[in-house]
């Protein structure tokens, strides 16, 4: 069995304003930074991040003495015209209510569309897991994103939860586990163990 923390990073400026942060590469914020030092997680063996700022800064805060694994595919959506503005700036944006009564299913206008996010963050998971099952890792972390943490979720909890429902707090995570011998067979699912809901 491998067991895994899917954690979101901590608070970023933009964040604290409910902006859409993907591919911004910012960093945390000294309310995130200080909330984080206030959660404590096991230690894992491995640690996976994605390689933006606030990952990485994020498992050094959480994780100080572990080596960190970067895999590129986990990193957030690009959120095209929409990066780094929130609900309220883009209220009288066409596009925005577009996607809004999409349910979020149209592409980010000159970002990702939510298939091609999916299959990427799915990419990046199975780079992870399939690291673990080599090394013999029983217990990893991976330092990522909210919507890749919903992607994952979405994908393989086999739960009756919309893509939504898995929405996580920055500095929040799930505890999940993967029987690796039905893995290996093609059979991928991971069921909920735990959470850390506020982060």
């Not at 800064?57 to 957030?76: G, M």
């Amino acid at each position: 069995m491998l067991k895994l923390w899917l954690i979101r990073h901590g608070m970023t400026e933009g964040n604290k304003y409910g902006r859409y942060i993907g591919i911004t590469d910012e960093a945390l914020c000294p309310e995130g930074r200080e909330k984080l030092k206030r959660i404590a997680y096991p230690s894992p063996q491995q640690v996976y991040i994605s390689p933006l700022a606030r990952c990485r800064e994020t498992a050094h805060i959480l994780f100080p003495d572990k080596p960190l694994h970067i895999i590129e595919e986990l990193s957030e959506c690009d959120f095209g015209t929409f990066e780094n503005k929130n609900y309220k700036e883009l209220s009288q944006d066409p596009d925005y209510q577009a996607w809004v009564d999409s349910g979020g299913l149209l592409p980010f206008p000159e970002g990702e569309s939510r298939e091609a996010f999916m299959h990427r963050t799915d990419v990046g998971f199975q780079k992870a897991v399939t690291g673990c099952i080599r090394s013999g890792i029983a217990l990893a972390a991976l330092v990522i994103h909210g919507g890749t943490i919903m992607n994952i979720m979405y994908e393989y909890a086999g739960e009756d939860r919309s893509y939504y429902d898995w929405h996580v707090k920055n500095g929040g995570g799930y505890l999940v586990e993967i029987d690796t011998d039905l893995w290996l067979k093609g059979r991928r699912r991971l069921k909920l163990c735990g959470a850390v809901m506020e982060g």
